[in-house]
């Protein structure tokens, strides 16, 4: 009787994630598709997020993120830390993430996880969502401001969007960030030339078929000149650009532009700023993904792409992951509970008043 009330969850580590073959962008980018469309139809749960910020000057926050996927029946929640100064105080990572699933006939959870791989992967399935329908098929090199984790997983997402792509340029503030991007990089794709141009934005970005920022910077870092027509340009980070490169763009997508208006983006700072208005925005990425919107109509056609992120993909790839590394047997059961607590025979032993 008791074995019954037993509550198992998987604990899956991010090595237990890569073992399963969960860095895969192709699993990310159906499983944000899927969830993007399930959005639109009203069968997802997206609840705000809860913002701890614990410095205003670092903006050193955690963050917990809930969503609920009614049709797979999963409630999830990301719980994610934001340190910008890590890289840099301490040569650690700036984000850190855990994930926890949970099924919705009783409500237990079933999976503890890794938050951190799933999270980054978000941000490049987004990006390589974009990509398929703005970037051109045939573009062959890339440029990036930014050579930290996010830049680096939007280079695979790129890639697997874009097999073509044969030469890759690399800024960011310190030289030692590029060479490391390139070494670890250069060991995934040996056809990708790569080039660390030192803090030098326009040599990393100047004529690029697609653009990448992806930096803790608060500074128009990239140049509307540099950005040739047909060139798709993918923004990561916070305000990276000039106005100007938004407002010669054709055309404008982002992941939510309700959502990326009231935050700090470049596309934020113009809409309060009176430069840009919700007519300048030509798609949400998921009326482009449900065919109601169309994709690059143009080779010349400048594409500008921002994401912010929406938690309930990242809660939609947490999940594609858990139930590949289950089907893979990986990670650790674990037991939450053996019993309900008053079933355990040892209380008058172990309770304390
Ligand atoms: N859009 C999203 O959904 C999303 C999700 C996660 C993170 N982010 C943002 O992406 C950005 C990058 O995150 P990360 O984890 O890769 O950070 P990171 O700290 O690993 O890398 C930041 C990079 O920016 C470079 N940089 C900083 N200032 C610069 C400058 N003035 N000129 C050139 N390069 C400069 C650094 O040298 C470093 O290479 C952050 O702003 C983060 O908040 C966005």
Partial sequence: MAEQHRIDCLYLSQEDLLAA?????????????????????????????IVQIFDDDTQERINCLPATLLDERICGMKWVSVFPMNPVRHGSQNLSAVVVLSEIE?????????????S?????????????????????????????????????????????LNECR????????????????????????????????????????????????????????WMKPGAFYSHIGGWEDEYAVAAQCDTIVCDDWETVKHRTQTLSRMYKDGELTDDDIAADLVEVVAGEKHGRTSADERVYFNA??????????????????EQAG??????????????????SDVIRM
């Avoid at 895969?24 to 749960?45: K, P, Q, S, V």
């Avoid at 080039?195 to 100047?206: P, Y």
């Avoid at 990986?330 to 209380?347: D, K, S, V």
């Fill in 308 to 325: 912010v992120g929406l938690a309930y993909v990242d809660v939609a790839i947490a999940h594609a992951m858990y139930q590949r590394a």
């Fill in 106 to 118: 009783q409500g237990f959870p079933i999976a503890l996880m890794d938050g951190t791989l799933c």
């Fill in 170 to 225: 690399v800024s960011s503030l310190y030289e030692h960030e590029e060479r490391q991007f390139a070494d670890e990089m250069g060991a995934l794709f040996a056809d990708i030339d790569f080039t660390c141009v030192g803090n030098d934005g326009r040599a990393a970005m100047d004529g690029a078929d697609i653009l990448v920022t992806a930096t803790s910077a608060q500074a128009p870092l990239l140049k509307a000149a």
């Fill in 21 to 49: 073959g969960c860095l895969d962008l192709n699993l990310a980018m159906t499983a944000a598709e899927d969830a993007m469309l399930a959005f639109r139809n009203d069968r997802i749960m997206f609840p705000e997020k």
């Fill in 120 to 164: 980054n992967m978000r941000v490049g399935a987004m990006g390589g969502v974009a990509a398929k329908h703005f970037a051109r098929p045939d573009s062959e090199s890339i440029g990036f401001i930014g050579a930290g984790e996010q830049a680096k997983m939007h280079l695979i997402a790129m890639k697997t969007v874009i097999p073509g």
């Fill in 330 to 347: 990986l990670g650790q059961p674990l037991a939450l509970q053996e019993q309900m607590i008053f079933e355990h025979q040892n209380l």
